[in-house]
């Protein structure tokens, strides 16, 4: 398999992945129009992308962006318009605009738009990072910023330091290069200070969550030390059928292993209740 292959493949797990999180925390219910709607994208940029019609793939940029239209109308109408300005619904937005950022870099990739003058792979590439990192991962803390409690305080700050970063990261690049590690440091550290948060708060109350938490945390901690390899001009070594390691290894255990484990652990934490006090339909996650 060749690296945009890959590449190809890591992306549609983890936009398979992507919704299931962000519908599930942050919509007040479950909807099978959604549902729906996710499959049909996913199935039509996964055509797109596997059998060289790529103007396919603007399907999943509609779906990204009407979700996340969807998400705002909700909030607005249930809560008012002054809740959408809150830190728990800033918090609640990052997934969503992480969403739509990688479907640009994805439609931008798959059809060679050269945005900001980048190719076909380093669209990949920042597609995944917003997929999995962004969509994903930060998409849990978002999650966890919601609901009320001693840590909340916590997941909002990495929520916003992981924006921060992703931004320092990418003006970083090419341009204002000493960005760059100032970006990776935030990151690396917002992540590892949330995810042992969570750790700590579910060792006693959920050891299956506790569990995939840990497996989550170990892969991020091996990745990271791959990603500083590289950014200290020490590529990682590692590679697999001739793939880079900063793909094969770096990309592979965090869309396969790192994300998807904190998500599910994530998920089997939060709990959604109905207080009695709400409008009807008014999902709220609470600590406990």
């Known amino acids: 398999m060749s690296e945009l292959g890959l590449l190809r493949l890591l992306l549609l797990l983890a936009m398979a992945m992507g919704p299931l999180g962000t519908h599930r925390f942050f919509f007040a ?6 549902v729906g709607a996710h499959v049909g994208a996913l199935a039509c940029t996964a055509l797109g992308l596997l059998s060289g019609a790529p103007i396919l793939c603007f399907a999943w ?23 959408l300005r809150s830190p728990e619904m800033l918090a609640a937005c990052v997934p969503f605009l992480f969403s739509n950022v990688a479907a640009v870099w994805l439609v931008g990739g798959a059809n060679d738009l050269r945005i900001l003058g980048y190719g076909t792979a380093f669209s990949y590439y920042a597609a ?13 803390l978002a999650a966890l910023a919601q609901r009320s409690g001693p840590q909340q305080r916590i997941y909002l700050a990495s929520v916003l330091v992981c924006l921060i970063s992703f931004l320092a990261i990418a003006f970083g690049i090419d341009q204002l290069r000493w960005l760059k590690p100032i970006g990776v440091v935030g990151l690396s550290l917002a992540l590892a200070a949330a995810q042992l948060t969570f750790l700590r708060s579910v060792w006693s109350r959920s050891r299956p969550a506790f ?3 840990c497996i989550s945390l170990a892969g991020l901690v091996f990745t990271m030390v791959l990603a500083w390899q590289n950014e200290l001009s020490a590529p990682a070594a590692i590679s697999i059928a001739s793939i880079r390691g900063m793909v094969s290894v ?12 904190y998500l599910a652990a994530v998920t089997l934490d939060v709990r959604r209740r109905v207080r009695p006090n709400e409008s009807a339909g008014l999902l709220l996650i609470e600590d406990g």
């Open 61 to 83: 940029l509609l779906f990204c962006a009407a979700s996340f239209a969807l998400f705002l109308r909700e909030r607005a109408s249930r809560d008012g318009a002054a809740s």
């Open 211 to 213: 569990a995939l938490g």
């Open 128 to 140: 995944l990072h917003g997929n999995v990192l962004g969509w994903i991962l930060v998409g849990a």
């Open 29 to 34: 219910e479950p909807s099978r129009l959604r």
């Open 250 to 261: 770096h990309g592979t255990l965090n869309a396969v292993v790192a994300a998807p484990c």
